[in-house]
């Protein structure tokens, strides 16, 4: 009977229904399916940065593994790896940090699900930037909150705009994400916003989950996050980690920093899900943090030349025109005016064109209207994914 279909109905639980994705793995799924048939596929559908993992912290992972650095370790992080992070965050967000708010996790998204699985109750209210990455708003729903969109406009270079967050809190409200560098506009939020959300929410128990996991792809002025805002670090969630930064997505390894109470929280939630996170990729962290970061700056720059040369040709295609983004690694140009609705676009530009990239509603209802590409891609594949959707669109438009 052994691999056979049994005569059963899965009944899974009701909240599953309420579970979203993240469509870029979809997409990548079905662009790998398309190049099994021999179709020339360029990818600017992932998030994950093309270049290799720095030498000095696959060294120091390397070395861990032949050290012994294969065992269990403490459910919130190596002590090593806490303090090193406590002294990192202390120095870019200038406020003090101590080791037991710091929790250490496979990846950036437990600390979203922690969040959502620590503070929110049925019925509880979250406020979340729309389009912004779907994540937040799967784990709002499962969790049986209720996903409030503020809407990020193109008109404000995709910027939260402040003046709307009054009018979207309720006695229900418990939390606020940003995310700025914003995935999947490129939106960064100034000072004076971040110190503006600070006041609104002054004098409301609300606590703030910070994403600032790309906070070192910032293509101009300096990144501020409303953790160093005065009587904001007792309420603020901060999520950053290596992924994005290091290019060490496949490594899954992230933290957040919060106040030390909702840290021992954070890391039963650990100890009942992953139990710890692995031992050698925190010591090739600690090198991370503590190492060379001259990788990290040629990185940035080099997202920055490549995202200003493919918004330079979105802007010649027909249909297309796309603001030029302030920081991570996307461009999100508005596609109103070739006729498609965002989905059908993505598609044919998959299916015909060869490029694959995400529909704007991937990230939301307010991503209507938006294709995202990513540029972690050479310059020489964005050029011919260029000269590809230029083709299509004077077939088809």
């Not at 922690?114 to 019925?123: N, P, R, S």
């Not at 606590?207 to 792809?217: F, G, H, K, N, P």
């Not at 290019?247 to 650990?270: C, I, N």
Request: charged share 25%.
């Amino acid at each position: 009977m052994s691999g056979q279909m049994v005569g059963h109905e899965l009944l899974l639980a009701k909240r599953m229904s309420r579970l979203g994705t993240e469509t870029a793995f979809e997409v990548l799924s079905k662009a790998k399916a398309l190049e099994r048939q021999g179709k020339s596929i360029i990818h600017l559908e992932i998030g994950e940065p093309d270049f290799d993992t720095p030498a000095n912290v696959v060294e120091a992972a390397v070395d861990a593994l032949h050290k012994g650095w294969t065992h269990y370790g403490p459910s919130a992080g190596l002590p090593e790896m806490r303090q090193t992070i406590a002294d990192y965050v202390s120095r870019t967000r200038r406020v003090m940090v101590t080791p037991e708010e710091v929790v250490v996790v496979p990846g950036g998204k437990p600390i979203m699900f922690y969040t959502m699985l620590a503070l929110i109750d049925e019925g509880d209210e979250v406020i979340y930037p729309n389009p912004g990455f779907p994540i937040y708003e799967s784990m709002i729903n499962y969790v049986g909150g209720k996903a409030v969109p503020i809407q990020l406009r193109e008109e404000r270079n995709f910027a939260m705009d402040v003046n709307e967050l009054p009018g979207l809190i309720t006695d229900r409200t418990k939390l606020i994400i940003l995310n700025s560098p914003q995935n999947p506009t490129g939106g960064v939020l100034e000072r004076k916003d971040i110190e503006k959300v600070a006041k609104i929410i002054e004098e409301r128990n609300i606590m703030v989950l910070s994403d600032e996991i790309y906070s070192r792809l910032l293509f101009e002025g300096e990144h501020f996050s409303i953790m160093s805002v005065p009587g904001m670090q007792e309420r603020t969630i901060l999520l950053d980690g290596f992924s994005k930064t290091y290019a060490m997505t496949g490594w899954r390894m992230g933290y957040g920093v919060m106040r030390p109470d909702l840290a021992a929280q954070m890391t039963r939630l650990m100890t009942n899900s992953n139990s710890c996170t692995a031992s050698f990729t925190q010591m090739a962290g600690i090198e991370a943090l503590r190492g060379d970061q001259a990788p990290v700056e040629k990185m940035c720059a080099e997202f920055k030349r490549r995202s200003e040369a493919f918004v330079q040709g979105l802007n010649k295609i027909k249909g297309f025109s796309c603001k030029q983004p302030k920081g991570a690694f996307y461009v999100f140009p508005n596609i109103t005016a070739t006729g498609w609705r965002s989905k059908p676009l993505a598609d044919a530009l998959l299916s015909d064109a060869g490029v694959a990239a995400l529909s704007g509603t991937a990230f939301g209802e307010y991503g209507e209207g938006y294709l995202r590409f990513s540029v972690a891609n050479s310059m020489e594949n964005l050029q011919l994914a260029l000269e590809r959707i230029d083709a299509w669109t004077k077939k088809n438009l």
